[in-house]
């Protein structure tokens, strides 16, 4: 078989036949004509810089063809590299998650949770903060942030604008685990708590409340589903919830649905907003769902 002749095969022969015809015609005419000598010399002249000109702009276009192909190729193996690599890191968090399930809490702890509802999704914010007892060595452990789930969006942990805090005795380091409806985060202890130990994650769950914005009422759900190691159905020890209303002329309310803990009748802060604490003094490993009330647009 014939061998396909290459672009730059292609591209000589192509501008040499446009060049034979161009200057045979040029030729011929001036002939025909019977143009003076020095006009025919320039008008071959002519001929030829646009041949050159034809020549340069298709040489610019095979280089800019074979450029393109070149990126395409590395493109294609950049991505095949990618895909190879990110297939291996979710191994490596899949096998972190089904570890981090299986283990039993080694601690007890108290928290206390800071729901405080802004006047538009930008403003909604929440801040947990607990004292961990290691029982007895705490290295790191998982938790879920409350997120909206009303949506099949993916929420990322820096879109949360999610931030750890260990005011004495080190750090904590925050990896996405799962980044769903339901983001998990795994928290890393450096170093490892060995004592009660204090410490508080926050974020902002942007556009959590617009449903309690725009109709009034809505709820919240919390799983206390963290059987110890010591066979207690809960690591919490005491369990307090705090929530933050925009300021209104009417009180909101908050009710827990199964009646669990207890719960503070709304009162005014420093800053003019409602405030409401529900606490349980005894959590037993419980599915806690409040219910929550305010006026619409402030009224």
């Known amino acids: 078989m014939p061998e396909t002749p290459t672009i730059s095969h292609t591209l000589f022969r192509g501008t040499l036949n446009v060049s034979v015809v161009l200057i045979g015609l040029t030729s011929g005419i001036a002939q025909l004509t019977e143009i003076p000598t020095r006009i025919a010399q320039w008008a071959l002249t002519a001929v030829f810089l646009a041949c050159l000109l034809y020549f340069v702009v298709r040489l610019w276009q095979l280089a800019f063809v074979v450029k393109i192909r070149e990126l395409k190729a590395d493109l294609q193996d950049a991505?095949?590299?990618?895909?190879?690599?990110?297939?291996?890191?979710?191994?490596?968090?899949?096998?972190?998650?089904?570890?981090?399930?299986?283990?039993?809490?080694?601690?007890?702890e108290t928290l206390e949770v800071l729901v405080s509802i802004g006047v538009d999704h930008d403003s909604d914010r929440i801040v947990e903060k607990r004292i961990t007892t290691p029982e007895p060595l705490v290295t790191h452990r998982t938790m879920r942030p409350i997120v909206p789930t009303d949506t099949d969006r993916l929420t990322r942990l820096d879109e949360i604008s999610f931030k750890t805090l260990r005011p004495v005795g080190g750090t904590i380091t925050a990896l996405p685990l799962e980044q769903s409806r339901l983001l998990r985060v795994w928290l890393i202890f450096d170093p490892a708590m060995t004592t009660p130990t204090e410490w508080q994650v926050e974020y902002l769950p942007r556009g959590l409340w617009n449903p309690l914005r725009e109709r009034g009422w809505d709820q919240l759900v919390w799983e206390d589903r963290l059987p110890t190691a010591s066979g207690t159905p809960s690591a919490f020890t005491?369990?307090?919830?705090?929530?933050?209303?925009?300021?209104?002329?009417?009180?909101?309310?908050?009710?827990?649905?199964?009646?669990?803990?207890?719960?503070?009748?709304?009162?005014?802060?420093?800053?003019?907003?409602?405030?409401?604490?529900?606490?349980?003094?005894?959590?037993?490993?419980?599915?806690?769902?409040?219910?929550?009330?305010?006026?619409?647009?402030?009224?």
Do not use: C, M, N
């Open 79 to 108: 991505t095949g590299l990618l895909a190879i690599q990110q297939a291996g890191h979710q191994h490596y968090l899949d096998a972190i998650q089904r570890i981090s399930e299986r283990e039993k809490p080694l601690f007890s």
């Open 238 to 299: 005491r369990f307090q919830v705090t929530f933050s209303f925009p300021d209104s002329d009417q009180p909101p309310s908050v009710k827990e649905r199964q009646g669990y803990g207890w719960i503070s009748e709304p009162e005014r802060d420093a800053r003019g907003r409602w405030e409401v604490v529900w606490l349980d003094e005894k959590p037993a490993g419980r599915r806690y769902v409040w219910d929550l009330t305010q006026a619409v647009g402030g009224r």
